[in-house]
């Protein structure tokens, strides 16, 4: 089983913690796109072997940069 989000946001991190929570772990399903700027900054971004870490904060494990959210908003 590959949980996936076609989202980089709370899907994505909500993806990393169920798989996590598998015994022997898993796969987790990421676009491969670079970003100008990025709310959730380096949790959303893989190590040099491919590895995404598990947010260890409370919640999703990592909270949205809201200043990014705010340059980002488009009325």
């Known amino acids: 089983m ?3 989000s076609a989202y980089f946001g709370p899907g994505l991190m909500a993806s990393i913690h169920c ?3 598998m015994p ?7 676009y ?3 970003f100008a700027v990025n709310p959730l900054h380096d949790a959303i971004l893989p190590d040099k072997e491919g590895h995404l870490a598990v947010p260890q904060g409370p919640g999703l494990g990592v909270d ?3 200043a990014v959210l705010d340059k980002l908003r488009v009325s």
Do not use: W
């Not at 022997?24 to 990421?30: A, H, N, P, T």
């Open 32 to 34: 491969d796109a670079d």
């Open 19 to 21: 798989i996590a929570s």
């Open 2 to 4: 590959v949980p996936h």
């Open 64 to 66: 949205p940069d809201l």
């Open 24 to 30: 022997g772990g898993g796969l987790v399903e990421r």
